[in-house]
T-cell receptor
Framework: EDKVVQSPLSLVVHEGDTVTLNCSYE??????LLWYKQEKKAPTFLFML????IEKKSGRLSSILDKKELFSILNITATQTGDSAIYLC????????????FGKGTRLSVIA | NAGVTQTPKFQVLKTGQSMTLQCAQD?????MSWYRQDPGMGLRLIHY???????DQGEVPNGYNVSRSTTEDFPLRLLSAAPSQTSVYFC?????????FGQGTRLTVV
């Protein structure tokens, strides 16, 4: 059975801290891994990772994929209160149109 | 661009009532899906469709029906609402794996 496991499930940090969110997966026919940020409403897309070892970066957020060890990390440096959200990891399987497999998410709270 | 439009935003139903959650996308995506999100459970797939006329069950399909008569629309029907269906529902359309989500429907069944 395909599964995506995120850790930790919740995290509280102070502004300015650096955090690392983890996503491990066991999925047949892996194609790519996606990270989403969900604040009060719908998830919004952050990154799509397809190749191992290539870091994707957007401002203070970065992510990398390890296809050998079957995991990805999402780093957030110099956290701000606006980074408080649920971060979702999802895996896309190869073979055309197949459903995304989501992890349960990490709830990040950044306090001033 | 409207993207994915999902209605209503909020709904309260009595047990046994039926309703349809509407979802429309204007991006010409073949792939559409419905998820429910409950605290601590992440996004769980209810039903999905890979194109007009084709639907399939996801992880938690019981109590829900879908149809896909056009590429644009993918409604989700609750035939007889139960309190266990109290949740937040998201519709999504996808292209090359990346999902675009509607704004969600918060459904309460009393």
């Amino acid at each position: 059975e395909d599964k995506v496991v995120q850790s930790p499930l919740s995290l509280v940090v102070h502004e300015g801290d650096t955090v690392t969110l983890n996503c491990s997966y066991e999925v047949t026919n892996f194609r790519s891994l996606l990270w989403y940020k969900q604040e009060k409403k719908a998830p919004t897309f952050l990154f799509m990772l397809t190749s191992s070892g290539i870091e994707k970066k957007s401002g203070r957020l970065s992510s990398i994929l390890d296809k050998k060890e079957l995991f990805s990390i999402l780093n957030i440096t110099a956290t701000q209160t606006g980074d408080s959200a649920i971060y979702l990891c999802a895996v896309v399987r190869a073979g055309g149109n197949t459903p995304l497999v989501f992890g349960k998410g990490t709830r990040l709270s950044v306090i001033a | 661009n409207a993207g994915v439009t999902q209605t209503p935003k909020f709904q309260v139903l009595k047990t046994g009532q039926s309703m349809t959650l509407q979802c429309a996308q204007d991006m010409n995506h073949e792939y559409m899906s419905w998820y429910r999100q409950d605290p601590g459970m992440g996004l769980r797939l209810i039903h999905y469709s890979v194109g007009a006329g084709i639907t399939d069950q996801g992880e938690v399909p019981n109590g829900y029906n879908v149809s896909r008569s056009t590429t644009e629309d993918f409604p989700l029907r609750l035939l007889s609402a139960a309190p266990s269906q109290t949740s937040v529902y998201f519709c999504a359309s996808s292209y090359r794996g990346e999902a675009f989500f509607g704004q969600g429907t918060r459904l309460t069944v009393v």
